[in-house]
């Protein structure tokens, strides 16, 4: 009976393996079109996929100054091509900092239909469509709340920035985030999106120096359309804000499950419209085939353990008569 037990624990193994299937087959594709790294421009000084604009000042070897440490800048940073992947993730190294010890006013990261139009909102236009995070680290008026702050605002091209509350009237989700500013570390910010499921946004930086969740939204649709963007802007008080990296990935499934009846499917014309799953660490990331022979693998021991199991039970019943 020990030897049936150990194989029906080995077939639980099994089943557990097997159900894993779902999500190591994620996959991601490099966004070349939205993505920065060093130099950042061409030999013709210019960004083949980025437009900028203000204040901006680039620096090939470090990075991409939405506005310096001085009074009433404003500055630019957007996609020439909108993100037209249906789930993606976004990475981006930011660095604000500055020598004063009153600073402001911070600054944003757009997906949104417009692009480059300068305006009030963390130096880019107001009545947006889409989507705005905001990195605020200039309190006006909002008590019982710590800054510097994060928070997403879905614009619908109608409704205006809630300047003098900073924002708290349009506020879908945030967090403080105190260790997202100074000038000794450089911190990040990951935003990943999949359609009709989920926005979620993680932080990095000297207060966590592992990924902490800002917010995680569900049911919250992004324009199709959208330009990836990033603004700053300066008053009576100033910073640094500074863009060193964005890496753009867009998330799919090589292999996604048939629709069951009764349930919509997708459109499987391109990875970008197939089915996502949330996307897993690289241990659960292996090639199929390598999962193909694991599965054919254990479903041989497990059939075999049944035998085994059998024939011993069958032994001992006989054995019991005499």
Not at 116 to 128: A, C, N, R, Y
Request: a neutral charge; charged letters at 20%.
């Amino acid at each position: 009976m020990m030897v049936a037990r150990r194989w029906a624990l080995l077939g639980l193994l099994a089943g557990v393996c097997l159900g894993e299937e779902s999500h190591e087959s994620i996959k991601s594709i490099p966004l070349r079109t939205h993505s920065l790294a060093t130099p950042y421009l061409d030999s013709d000084m210019q960004s083949r996929w980025f437009d900028f604009g203000g204040d901006t000042i680039i620096r090939a070897d470090q990075y991409i100054r939405l506005t310096s440490e001085r009074p009433s800048q404003q500055g630019w940073l957007f996609s020439r091509l909108p993100l037209t992947a249906t789930n993606w993730e976004i990475e981006v190294e930011f660095s604000i900092h500055g020598q004063q010890n009153l600073y402001g006013d911070g600054m944003a990261m757009w997906l949104t239909k417009q692009r480059g139009i300068p305006g009030p909102v963390f130096g880019s236009t107001d009545k947006f469509e889409g989507l705005g995070i905001f990195f605020d680290t200039y309190k006006n008026n909002r008590p019982g709340v710590q800054f510097p702050y994060v928070m997403a605002m879905l614009g619908d091209g109608k409704t205006a920035y809630d300047q003098n509350n900073d924002g708290k009237a349009n506020e879908l989700a945030g967090c403080s985030a105190r260790g997202i500013r100074g000038a000794d570390h450089v911190a990040k910010a990951r935003l990943t999106y999949y359609q009709d499921n989920y926005l979620k946004l993680e932080l990095q930086h000297r207060d966590a120096p592992s990924w902490t969740e800002c917010f995680k939204l569900n049911h919250i649709t992004i324009p199709s359309v959208a330009y990836l963007g990033f603004s700053a802007h300066t008053g009576e008080l100033a910073d640094n804000h500074d863009i060193i990296r964005v890496e753009a990935k867009n998330l799919y499934s090589p292999n996604p499950p048939s629709p069951k009846p009764g349930v919509d499917g997708g459109s499987s014309a391109g990875p970008s419209e197939k089915s996502f799953v949330e996307p897993q660490s690289p241990a659960h990331q292996g090639g199929s085939w390598g999962w193909f022979f694991m599965k054919l693998i254990l479903l041989m021991m497990v059939l075999g353990g049944g035998y085994v199991a059998f024939t011993i039970w069958r032994t001992q019943r006989r054995g019991s008569r005499f």
